[in-house]
């Protein structure tokens, strides 16, 4: 089955070095700039905030819809994830890494360890991750209520 969807963005200047992201698709605006080690204003999304918190909600809306299949109600969900920028030999910038630390609260103690593999699993098929080149490392935590 051939299924394809278009997701839209529309960036605005709104100064030299900044931007509101918005969306046709009724979204909320959002300021977009530089980070400040690039000389950009603290207090914007920067496009490398912007690229973690991808591969980040990605797994956990992958990550919700296998549990939810699987019959594995979540009580909490957090993720203090980080993104690692090198500069490679050619002088140009890339995304190295990407670590994703989810805590997760089951409601039942029995089905902690079918949690970490679910994580695992949406970590596999998030679509995200599957369209990076970034190393994308897991280092979940499951407890239950």
Known sequence: MDESHIYRVDVTSTGPDTA?????????PMGVGPPPQFGGQAGHWS????????????LMTTFFAIARMSGVEIIEYTDASSGTLIRDEDRLYRMSEVTLRPKVVVSDPRKVDR???????????????????????????????
Do not use: M, N, Q
Not at 47 to 58: D, G, I
């Open 20 to 28: 509101s992201l918005s969306s046709p698709d009724g979204l909320p």
């Open 47 to 58: 496009p490398e905030h912007l690229f973690v918190a991808s591969v980040a909600s990605c």
């Open 115 to 145: 949690a970490l593999r679910l994580l695992d699993k949406a970590e596999s098929v998030c679509l995200i991750s599957r369209s990076i080149e970034a190393k994308v490392h897991l280092e979940p935590e499951v407890t239950a209520v």
